[in-house]
């Protein structure tokens, strides 16, 4: 029995002491694209986004990193009226697009051999456009007249978020990753006169939306 438990004693220990070498490099990164069409008032949504992420471990069990991206959210919304002198088809579209540029510092600590908690700090930075286009068709008997709006207004948004997560090394080139919750600050402003800016807080665990991700790790 007492070999038993040392024996467990010291797998555990050896287990708990697993750690990624300084000098470990990865790369992973969001990739994702969503639509979302309701008929109930004909609106559409679509979303895209590429950011792929760089890490390096400065020290055992710490990684400083880098994502850098591109992502676009456009909502098209189709209206239609019907009048005794025609009919009159509005199509309003918004877009926001915007350059990302996420710095962050993740640090690892271990549950087992393969298995890893982390802490990740981020600072993530948006510099982006928003744009609102309507377009009103009118139809009278055999006449179709179309008149056009367009208005378009930069903006910065920058945050401080902290993402707590699990890391699960399938071998030493490949692993998974779970995050869930985010904590945080985030302030964005449009680039007009007059402009104020919108502070949004985070805060809490959201276990309704864990994200996941797989990396690639350049082991040591």
Known sequence: MKKLLLAGAVALFGLSNAQIAKGTAYISGQVGYSQEENNNNDRKVESFKVIPTAGYFVG???????????????????TTGIFPTGTVVTEDKDTTSAFVVAPFVRKYWTIADK??????????????QVKEEGVSTTTTGSTVSTTSVSDKANY?????????????????NWSIEATFG?????????????AKSVNNYK???????VTFGVKYVFAK
Not at 60 to 78: E, F, I, S
Not at 156 to 172: A, C, E, M, Q, R
Not at 182 to 194: A, I, L, M, Q, R
């Open 60 to 78: 055992t069990n710490l990684a400083v990193g880098l994502g850098v991206g591109y992502k676009n959210d456009k909502t098209t919304k189709t």
């Open 115 to 128: 298995l890893y908690i982390f802490g990740q700090l981020e600072v993530p930075m948006e510099f982006g």
């Open 156 to 172: 910065t948004s920058i945050g401080v978020n902290i993402k707590p997560g699990l890391d699960y090394f399938l071998n030493k």
């Open 182 to 194: 985010e904590f945080g600050y985030n302030t964005s402003k449009f680039d007009v006169d007059g």
């Open 203 to 209: 805060f809490g665990l959201n276990l309704s939306a």
